[in-house]
């Protein structure tokens, strides 16, 4: 977290701590109202498009169990899918007989949009796709697909957990309908944030999956009325220190401009795979035609859990990324795991010549 966030969330909790929780809530009324005006600059969309939440695990949730599928439905998603979404679709089509198909990838590694259009039928409910996968630097086609479910009318669902605040986003030119983010990673914002953006048009037709005094108002004895916005899709009692955060967060990655810290990130990366390849037991495991901060690699003879031990021990910090977190993408591929390295525009090309020599040595 940068600094000004982390003093954020510590001066809110200071005040809690001070004066009392729904009394520090009005007083910072106005900063943690914010969020949604600075989530709605992020993306470009407008503050009543925007549910903030515990994670974008949550927002994700939000969005995928409330539409409404049916037995035949078809769910089109791609290879790269992430777990807990892949879990929740298989949950939802036994329970429902709905169905999950997945959209294979194009030459790149992506997934294809000649394969997605050849598989658009009057059967298919939802198109849902991850952006930037869980293992690996792939930046999937997002707008191609938004064009594909515009074309057809059909409801699209991005994960752009690991891309907002990573590179540009604009829900206009993604064409998605809803998109789920977290605050932790790219935005640099506090732990336990996350946020859901669905648009206009389509908060009507969903109908909540969990529905609360927030999300509803109990009219009379036998009825509630939903919320008209998307604040339907959270629930009362949240993370006030976290939502103040997130909206600092937000202002401080606007304020480089994700226009300008995006070349940044992306420099370091290529610079990062350039390394890695020159090292000889390295294999760099990252597919697409486009290719992000993340960065994944494995090496021969080691595991990926110990590589990260031992890059820890040297003050690296690097994390895994298991077969079953991206079960189809992994398992295609024959992988176990990878090791997952990311860089963020704050670090130097001096970091990554250590990281690689440092690496070699470990694999020496
Ligand atoms: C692609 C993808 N989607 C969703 C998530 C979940 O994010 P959160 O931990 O904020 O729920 C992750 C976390 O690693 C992820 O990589």
Redesign the pocket.
């Known amino acids: 977290m940068p600094q000004p966030v982390l003093d954020a969330v510590i001066k809110h909790l200071k005040l809690e701590a001070e004066v009392g929780a729904y009394e520090a809530e009005a007083r910072s009324h106005d900063a943690v109202e914010h969020v949604y005006d600075a989530i709605a600059a992020l993306i470009g969309c407008s503050r009543d498009e925007v549910a903030v939440v515990e994670?974008?695990?949550?927002a994700?949730d939000m969005a995928f169990y409330s539409l409404p599928l049916g037995p035949g439905d078809r769910i089109l998603t791609a290879e790269a899918e992430?777990a807990?979404?892949y879990i929740a679709y298989l949950q939802v089509a036994r329970r429902t007989g709905a169905r999950v198909e997945v959209v294979p990838d194009d030459e790149h590694g992506q997934i294809s949009i000649d394969a997605l259009r050849n598989a658009i039928d009057d059967k298919v409910k939802l198109i849902s796709i991850?952006h930037?996968?869980?293992n690996g630097g792939l930046v999937n086609p997002a707008a191609e697909v938004g064009r594909v479910a515009r074309d057809a009318g059909i409801l699209y669902l991005l994960?752009a957990?690991?891309s907002v605040g990573q590179l540009p986003i604009d829900i206009d030119e993604i064409g998605c309908d809803m998109l789920?983010a977290?605050?932790?990673?790219y935005l640099r914002g506090p732990r336990g944030t996350?946020f859901l953006f669905v648009r206009k048009s389509v908060i009507g037709r969903l109908e909540p999956v969990l529905l609360d005094l927030h999300a509803a108002d109990w009219v009379s004895r036998d009825d509630y009325v939903i919320r008209p916005d998307a604040r339907r899709f959270e629930n009362w009692e949240g993370n006030y220190a976290g939502k103040i955060g997130l909206g600092v967060a937000i202002d401080y990655a606007l304020d480089w401009g994700i226009e300008n810290t995006w070349p940044r990130i992306s420099g370091l990366a290529s610079g990062l795979r350039e390394g890695l390849q020159a090292i000889p037991s390295v294999t760099v495991r990252d597919i697409g035609a486009h290719q992000c901060g993340i960065v994944s690699f494995t090496a021969d003879g080691k595991e990926p859990e110990d590589i990260r031990r031992a890059l820890s021990g040297e003050k690296i910090n690097v994390w895994t990324s298991p077969l079953r977190?991206t079960r189809l993408d992994m398992s295609r591929r024959e992988l176990r795991s990878v090791v997952r390295a990311s860089v963020h525009y704050y670090n130097s090309e001096q970091e990554v010549d250590r990281f690689c020599a440092v690496l070699a040595k470990i694999l020496k």
């Open positions: 994670n974008a695990t949550r994700w992430y807990s979404n991850t930037v996968p869980t994960d957990c690991q789920s977290t605050g932790r990673k996350g977190f």
